[in-house]
């Protein structure tokens, strides 16, 4: 830190910031030079027990307010998002890393969440039957759950928390969201905008830290649902310990994407989009590929194309133009990385382009790794098998598209899985046997739109329904069944 004073981030709790009881502050890092940005409290279990009493005060109120009414602030949101898109993907790239274009799609990403959660009214209606005896009828409601939290990564500190904060509250609930401890800034501006909407104290909370905060959420009595995204250890233990406590969970979890390219696909855009995929974020994506696979004739021509395209990659600080890819997240991240591609080589893959230890001029201090490609890997060696959550793609070949599905299917993953062909049948026939809950059709990212849920299979989730749209509609209500008879003969009293 060198001396210099760096902001102490707050909570906001009830309508109030709050300086945090926390003992512990954590260095929140610029992933490109390794200076502290700010500070952020690992706040303890008693702030998360302060945020849900006070969220479930104001939850008595707002459940009581037209969602007609509630979305307003969400329009509201949107539009301020909209104002401070600039400021807020400055800030993704500061903390996060990736660059300035990806920290904006990231943030409009975010406001599509806002606009399909202002749909609220029609949403969340229930549904009803007449005459389902004689004279009897039948109706479901949907009714706001409570007080409900998220857990957020640190890869979209933008984008994630709207897969659920606007669903929850325009549905009637009230929310906390846990950012991740390396990536705070974010909501903490964001949570800024919140406020600035003039929703009602004690509706959106904003609480820092890291594990004791996450664990107080999951034991804590008033708080009804949890939804989590990160690694998929943390998402198992995640969702077993808050289904154990009574909660409705839903938990988002790690990666290994494959992509398969047939030798009557495009070249060029195959090439470019799969570029994009494997070093876009860094990696850091959990649709990001880390597999490409290709089948029969399509090894020379794809490989040779892919070696000349990663090498080309521009790596660098991605607050400047014409950087394409920037640092993965932090010093322990990028060791951790090396290590796998180390063992990777150990165990029998060629490194055709090997990006450890890059210098990159002027961040030497910074966690950078170049886009790295490993050729040859072993369908059962670490690589092949370990979500990396970076820049390295590594390569295999099969003569088959049957092989190609059956090693998409064996791995314990099914977060995403692409195909690239000029063939119907081909595309009708992966669609149908793959085994992932994000499909790609010559599309390398093939991340849901805010109206979809985004579908992950497998060890990538834990639960049934996951974030965003409709599945978000249902996570967020409880349906409650009125079943109604009327006695006929009232007309004789008047
Ligand atoms: P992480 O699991 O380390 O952390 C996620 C959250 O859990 C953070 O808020 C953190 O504070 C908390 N946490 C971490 N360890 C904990 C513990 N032991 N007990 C309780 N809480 C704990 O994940 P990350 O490194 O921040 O994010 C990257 C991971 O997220 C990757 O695996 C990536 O694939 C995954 N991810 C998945 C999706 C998806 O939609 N499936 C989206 C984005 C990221």
């Given at each position: 830190?060198?001396?210099v ?18 003992t512990?502050y ?5 992933p490109a030079n390794?200076?502290v940005?700010a500070?952020v409290p690992?706040s303890p ?7 849900a009493?006070?969220a ?6 707002w ?6 009414d509630r ?6 949101l949107k539009?301020?998002?909209?104002a401070?898109l ?5 800030t993704?790239?500061l ?10 799609a990231?943030?409009?990403r ?6 399909v ?12 039957l ?13 009714q706001?759950l409570?007080?409900?939290a998220?857990?957020?990564p640190f ?13 929850a509250?325009?549905c009637g609930n009230?929310?906390?969201?846990k950012p991740?401890e390396?990536?705070p800034?974010t ?5 800024q ?7 009602p104290?004690?509706?959106v909370?904003?609480?820092?830290g ?7 959420i999951?034991d804590?009595p008033?708080?009804?649902?949890v939804?989590?995204v ?22 988002q979890?790690?990666?290994k ?6 030798p009557?696909?495009?070249l ?5 989009i799969?570029?994009?995929?494997a070093?876009?974020?860094?990696g ?6 880390s597999?490409?696979?290709t089948?029969?004739?399509a090894k ?10 990663t ?5 660098g600080?991605?607050?400047e133009?014409?950087?394409q890819?920037?640092p993965?997240?932090?010093?322990p991240?990028?060791?951790r990385?090396?290590?796998l591609?180390?063992?990777?080589i150990d ?15 002027g ?7 170049r ?6 890997v ?8 370990t979500?990396v959550?970076?820049p390295v793609?590594g390569l295999m ?5 049957d092989e ?17 062909t000029?063939s119907?049948?081909?595309a009708r026939k992966?669609?149908?046997e793959?085994?992932?809950g ?5 599309i390398?990212?093939a991340?849901?739109?805010?109206f979809f849920?985004?579908s992950g ?6 639960g049934?329904l996951h974030?965003?749209?409709a599945?978000a ?7 409650k ?6 006695f006929?003969?009232?007309?004789r009293q008047?």
């Open positions: 830190m060198g001396g004073q760096t902001e102490r981030l707050q909570n906001y709790i009830n309508g109030q910031w709050q300086t945090s009881i926390a512990e954590l260095d929140v890092v610029n390794n200076e940005l500070q690992l279990a008693s702030e998360i027990d302060q945020t009493q006070a479930a005060i104001a939850f008595q109120s459940r009581r307010v037209p969602p007609t979305v307003q602030y969400l329009f509201k539009g301020l998002l909209e401070n600039d400021d807020l993907a400055r993704i790239t903390e996060c890393g990736k660059t300035f274009a990806e920290a904006k990231e943030m409009q975010a406001i599509e969440n806002v606009e959660a202002c749909g609220i009214p029609m949403m969340m209606q229930g549904t009803n007449e005459d389902i005896a004689r004279g009897i009828d039948e109706m479901m409601i949907r706001p409570g007080v409900a998220a857990i957020a890869n979209f500190p933008g984008m994630i928390p709207f897969w659920f904060l606007p669903y509250i325009a009230t929310y906390i969201v991740s390396k990536v800034l909501m903490y501006k964001v949570f905008l919140l406020e600035k909407t003039g929703l104290a004690g509706v909370n904003l609480v820092n890291a594990k004791e905060a996450v664990d107080a999951l804590h008033v708080i009804r649902a939804s989590f990160g690694s998929s250890p943390v998402a198992r233990y995640v969702y077993s310990r808050a289904a154990a406590n009574g909660k409705r969970v839903q938990c979890g790690g990666a994407n494959p992509i398969i390219v047939l009557d696909a495009d060029e855009t195959t090439t470019r799969t570029m994009d995929s070093f876009g974020c860094a850091q994506r959990c649709l990001a590929a597999l490409m696979v089948v029969g004739k020379e021509p794809f490989t040779e194309a892919i070696v000349e395209a090498k080309a990659r521009v790596v600080f991605g607050l133009s014409g950087v890819m920037g993965v997240i932090n010093h991240s990028r060791d990385i090396e290590g591609i180390q063992r990777g165990q029998g893959a060629k490194p055709i382009v090997d990006g450890r230890q890059p210098k990159i001029s961040y030497e201090q910074g966690s950078f790794v886009p790295t490609l490993l050729q040859d072993a369908p059962d060696s670490e690589i092949a098998r979500e959550f970076g793609l070949h099969v003569n088959t598209i190609a599905i059956a090693l998409v299917n064996r791995g314990v993953w099914g977060n995403m899985a692409c195909l690239f000029s119907g049948a081909a992966f669609r149908y793959a085994e992932a994000n499909i790609g059709i010559n390398g990212v991340a849901p739109m805010a849920p985004f299979w497998k060890d990538s989730f834990f049934d974030g965003q749209g599945h509609v249902e996570f967020f209500t409880q349906t069944v009125v079943v109604e008879r009327w006929s003969d009232w007309t008047f």
